[in-house]
């Protein structure tokens, strides 16, 4: 601003722009090969000129940059305003941020099989993820600010920091007339689902936020049982969950696939879980339910509603095999959400001009690396495809068998190690899952540290075998808890453009609940 003042106000500056003159006459007069027209007349007149092409080419940037702002500003405020959506859907992968989509697209493309459908979406917005009181977020606080679109305090659920009720976009979309779905990989009362239908000062009280899941009279809910669905210390037993949902009006379907099948719209409100705990991780499941599976029966139920749904999808366990440290597990995972998204872009395809469909994570956890201390450049992701199981079935598995023989020895778990993870202890050292001599030495010294305590502690051991084996693949963790990283935000289908640029999470439910409307 004081260069344009310069240019724009000469007389209040004659002075100074004289000096400026003189300077410049000094130092050319000084430089024995400068041409004579520096000095006098006509350098006068060619340092008029060019101060005043200077002038004319400021004013015409300010004048750009002025209207750039107005416009970004005007789309930055444009985009928080959306008008109603018949059908929309919101899926969240618990624990997902760039690295976790990007590890799985690229193993994706090593394999020839094509890239995920959430990373092939039209819009992306870079989503903040800081809970009011911590720049590392729990799932409490981050499902809330999805849900309600209102920073809290980690642990909380549906509630702002003084504790006051926050509304969600299941409860405005259920008060605009719509139906509501809410399905989940883990519990269905676990934090992030609860966000959208529990006000509870801790995510930890599973019984009392399931009894607000009776409540809240939502259409349909599916996935993951109930935890502690028959907590008798809770200071507001009432009774089994299941048997008070049935009292409720719902049709409660648990662990029948075939009665599955069955269920349809003359169920009425509906609870379907394939288990009462999480579904089984991708990578171990035995051919049971899916999310994709209670999807398609969702929409089923709801679909010919006509004032249309809400529909909320939680990819859970990527979170938990992330706190696992887990690499092939965790993208298998995420494969499983996006075969999940996938049946969403179908409904799409027949409601083109009346479905939203956002994609999002709650935050990151694990700190994953797509890259790691001496492979430099390289990378190994295809290696995770030797991984038979996750980590957790590699731990029981390992646990079992130390049980029932707790004579066997680091080497008789070496051809169940190469059989599970494709780790090999002898063959071509070119071949990168032979190992070294000080990656066999920090796997027998986790063995031996896991004997040395009382029962077998089998779960350093498997940790252990699956850091050595991302490791190898040129994937690192920091942690075994969330870290402050961004996550990526991408939408398809009506008013998706709103989706864009930097956001913080609790935009999220901002705009969604006007798309709800």
């Known amino acids: 601003s004081s260069y344009l003042a310069f240019f724009t106000h000469p007389t209040e500056f004659d002075e100074e722009r004289k000096n400026a003159y003189n300077r410049l006459v000094i130092k050319f007069s000084r430089n024995q090969n400068a041409p004579k027209l520096f000095d006098g007349f006509f350098f006068r007149l060619i340092f008029v000129k060019v101060l005043n092409t200077m002038k004319i080419v400021l004013l015409k940037i300010f004048a750009l940059c002025a209207s750039i702002s107005i416009a970004c500003s005007a789309f930055a405020a444009g985009q928080k305003e959306l008008k109603p959506v018949k059908y929309v859907f919101l899926f969240i992968g618990d624990g997902m941020s760039i690295p976790q989509r990007m590890m799985t697209e690229e193993y994706l493309r090593l394999n020839g099989e094509e890239g995920l459908a959430i990373n092939a979406f039209p819009?992306?917005?870079?989503?903040?993820?800081?809970?009011?009181?911590?720049?590392?977020?729990?799932?409490?606080?981050?499902?809330?600010?999805?849900?309600?679109?209102?920073?809290?305090?980690?642990?909380?659920?549906?509630?702002?920091?003084?504790?006051?009720?926050?509304?969600?976009?299941?409860?405005?979309?259920?008060?605009?007339?719509?139906?509501?779905?809410?399905?989940t990989s883990v519990t269905i009362n676990h934090a992030t689902p609860a966000a959208f239908y529990a006000h509870n000062a801790s995510r930890g009280n599973y019984y009392e936020i399931a009894l607000d899941m009776l409540r809240s009279n939502f259409d349909f809910f599916g996935g993951g049982g109930v935890q502690d669905a028959n907590d008798k210390k809770?200071?507001?037993?009432?009774?089994?969950?299941?048997?008070?949902?049935?009292?409720?009006?719902?049709?409660?379907?648990?662990n029948d696939s075939e009665e599955f099948e069955e269920i349809d719209e003359d169920s009425g409100k509906t609870m379907a879980f394939a288990s009462k705990g999480a579904l089984p991780y991708a990578i171990d499941d035995n051919g049971g339910l899916r999310i994709k599976d209670f999807l398609e029966k969702a929409i089923e139920l709801m679909e010919d509603h006509p004032k249309g749904f809400f529909i909320m999808?939680?990819?859970?366990?990527?979170?938990?095999?992330?706190?696992?440290?887990?690499a092939a597990t965790v993208l298998k995972e995420v494969v499983d959400l996006d075969k999940?998204?996938?049946?969403?872009?179908?409904?799409?395809?027949?409601?083109?001009?009346?479905?939203?469909?956002?994609v999002t994570g709650d935050h990151e956890t694990g700190g994953l690396t797509l890259g790691f201390a001496g492979t430099g450049y390289k990378s190994y992701i295809n290696l995770l495809s030797h991984q038979k199981n996750s980590r957790e079935q590699i731990e029981k598995t390992i646990k079992d068998m130390k049980t029932k023989k707790p004579e066997l020895s680091f080497d008789d778990f070496k051809p169940y190690i190469t059989q599970t993870l494709g780790l090999k202890f002898e063959g071509d050292k070119s071949d990168r899952l032979v190992?070294?001599?000080?990656?066999?030495?920090?796997?027998?010294?986790?063995?031996?540290?896991?004997?040395?305590?009382?029962?077998?502690?089998?779960?350093?051991?498997?940790?252990?075998?699956?850091?050595?084996?991302?490791?190898?693949?040129?994937?690192?963790?920091?942690?075994?808890?969330?870290?402050?990283?961004?996550?990526?935000?991408?939408a398809t289908g009506a008013q998706s453009e709103a989706f864009n640029g930097t956001i913080d999470n609790t935009d999220i439910a901002k705009m969604l609940k006007q798309a709800v409307k």
């Open 435 to 490: 190992l070294t001599r000080d990656e066999e030495n920090a796997l027998r010294k986790a063995f031996e540290k896991a004997s040395s305590r009382k029962g077998f502690k089998a779960d350093g051991f498997a940790i252990a075998l699956t850091h050595c084996l991302d490791n190898k693949a040129a994937l690192g963790w920091t942690s075994t808890a969330h870290t402050a990283l961004p996550v990526s935000t991408t």
């Open 234 to 254: 809770s200071k507001l037993y009432k009774g089994d969950v299941y048997e008070l949902a049935k009292a409720a009006g719902y049709k409660v379907v648990l």
């Open 340 to 358: 999940c998204v996938r049946k969403a872009c179908e409904f799409a395809e027949k409601h083109p001009e009346e479905t939203l469909i956002v």
């Open 123 to 183: 819009n992306n917005a870079i989503t903040y993820t800081r809970s009011n009181d911590s720049f590392i977020t729990d799932s409490a606080a981050s499902g809330t600010a999805i849900a309600c679109g209102t920073k809290t305090d980690n642990g909380k659920i549906g509630i702002d920091t003084k504790g006051n009720k926050l509304e969600s976009i299941a409860y405005a979309a259920k008060k605009s007339g719509k139906k509501v779905g809410i399905i």
């Open 313 to 326: 999808v939680e990819g859970g366990k990527i979170d938990w095999m992330c706190h696992a440290n887990d």
